[in-house]
């Protein structure tokens, strides 16, 4: 029951950065850059979501396959030419690498259940340092 291969020690070992994807691979893009040219981005990468990252790698936002659909309904085709800096969420949850993988799990669920959290060096420098997903964590044994 308290093997650390098993669940309760996986709980108590694994941070966020044993279970993340790096950033080299993810979803990523500028603020800047308008919709249309990130489509490929968004669904090619397998992730439902796109990381908004200025110039220096620091997280400003995030889209997601939803963010998409609800613009589309809101907007009809023209948001394909908007920024992503308009549609974004400029206020993303995120978390860090040395957080404990069960912590980043229940950030998760909670005040609303998302599938993905940005993975930043520090909440301070909001630096990219990968991506840690649902499945991910439920692939870890979480």
């Known amino acids: 029951m308290n093997h650390p291969a098993g669940r ?35 669904s090619s990468k397998g992730c439902g979501c796109v990381l908004v990252v200025d110039g220096d790698m ?14 589309l309904s809101e907007h009809g085709g023209s948001v394909l030419q908007k920024t992503m800096a308009e549609l974004m969420s400029s206020t993303p949850r995120v978390t860090t690498e040395e957080t404990k993988a069960v912590e980043a799990m229940r950030s998760m669920e909670s005040p609303t259940q998302v599938s993905f959290l940005p993975v930043v060096e520090n909440a301070k420098s909001m630096k990219l340092a990968g991506l840690v997903t649902l499945h991910g964590l439920v692939n870890a044994g979480l």
């Open 8 to 42: 309760i020690g996986k709980r108590l070992i694994l941070n966020v950065k044993d279970v993340m994807k790096p950033v080299t691979g993810l979803p990523l893009c500028g603020p800047e850059d308008q919709l249309v040219n990130v489509l490929v981005e968004l």
């Open 58 to 71: 620091k997280l400003v936002g995030t889209f997601t396959d939803g963010d998409l659909r609800r613009k």
